[in-house]
């Protein structure tokens, strides 16, 4: 109580203020102090407290010194950030008000996401995402796939001039490319892969059809090219009707024709000088002049008929030796088809190429006159019969027919004669050395 009235009294104001003051609260401190000096004794105030005041004061004085000096920019700090806060906590409460207002949006917005590209539902962005996933995963997969075309043409293109293992490569790529088009019809990739690899695999026919052009063609490489025919072919013809081997034998011997007449066309040199002798002998015999010309006609008969030998016997022996069953073709459906089925391309090709050297004999033969140029002539050509012959296509008989002139029969049966002699000379000699070794090994 005393240091209450001590403060009252030393804190009193005017008359005018002294509601004012009574309004202020007391400082604890000040009253503590007050109530310690109400306790002590006056003479005490008078000469002690002073003093301790003082000491106390300078006291302080060093502390706060050696405060400042310590932490000095602490308190700097704190006394910045301490009046940044009359800005701070007011831009503090308007952000809290307006996270609290955005955090029902924020809720609903995650809800929405959530239902809009969930995993079962269907969105498609989500499904535009889940392919690009899926072709990245599978990016060298359709790289190996869309090369697939380029390999293939490597192969065919490679094969036509170098090993023909790559034709073996190029098949079995042609294979695996099929049945992915199989396994996979819909898919707009592997059809355009299936496209381009039907191209070349065209380009592969067309190679292979040339090879069976070439002017050299051997037996070898005509079995190992119409094989891969036979595997080509039925790809590019889904019907199957060029595919079996009828088709294929036909497609070999109308090759082999070409190639027979691409070299009967290169003769063209000497059948215009035979042509032009034809002329002149056709002058001649209209003015009533004889005609004992016919050497560029016998040149140009003598070479057609080799080249036509040769050929003809080529084509045939390899036609019977690559189609070993084509004459046997529809045996088994005769009495099934009223209509007879289609004879195979063999029994008629023959026919045509006989019709094709007595065509060329009736128009030059006549204009030889020397009879021993012609029965030259006569013997080539029953060499050419009896070369056919072997293979069944003997047109000796034919050659009765040909228009040579006055006394041609007579010179014909000479002609044959000759022919037979020589003939059966050879096959006696023939005979012999065939008998010759196997006597030699009865004898051992």
Known sequence: ????LLHELLTASPAGDRRDAKAEPADPVALEYLASLASLPLSSIETTEQQSLAQTSHSL???????????????IESASNHARLKTALPALASSTRDLKTAIPKLDNEAVHFS???HKSGENELLNAR?????LSRNAERLIDVLDLPTLLSSAITSGSSAAAANYASALDLSGHIRRLHSLYPESQLVDSVSSQADEAMQAMAINLISALRTPGLKLASALRTISWLRRVVPDLDPAGSAGNGG?????????????????????????????????????????????SGGQQTERYLKRYIEIFREQSFSIVSMFKSIFPDSGDQGKGSVQ??????????????PLHLVEMLMETLRLYLPNIKDQASRESLLTQVLYCAGSLGRLGGD??????????????????????????????????IVGHKERRPSQVSAKV
């Open 1 to 4: 109580m005393a240091a209450d």
């Open 61 to 75: 004085l060093l502390s706060l010194q050696a405060l400042s000096k310590r932490s000095h920019k602490s308190i």
């Open 115 to 117: 239902t809009t590209y």
């Open 130 to 134: 889940k392919k690009a996933l899926l």
């Open 247 to 291: 088709g294929l034998g036909a497609l070999f011997l109308v090759c082999r024709l070409s190639t027979l007449l691409n070299m009967l066309a290169a003769l063209e040199p000497l059948r215009d000088l035979a042509d032009q002798e034809r002329v002149r002998q056709q002058q001649q015999s209209t003015a009533g002049g004889s005609w």
């Open 336 to 349: 099934d088809d009223p209509l007879q089925p289609v004879p195979s391309a063999l029994s008629t090709f």
């Open 395 to 428: 047109f000796g008989v034919l050659l009765a027919s040909l228009d040579i002139g006055d006394g041609a029969e007579d010179e014909w049966v000479e002609v044959v004669k000759r022919h037979r002699v020589m003939a059966g000379r050879l096959e006696s």
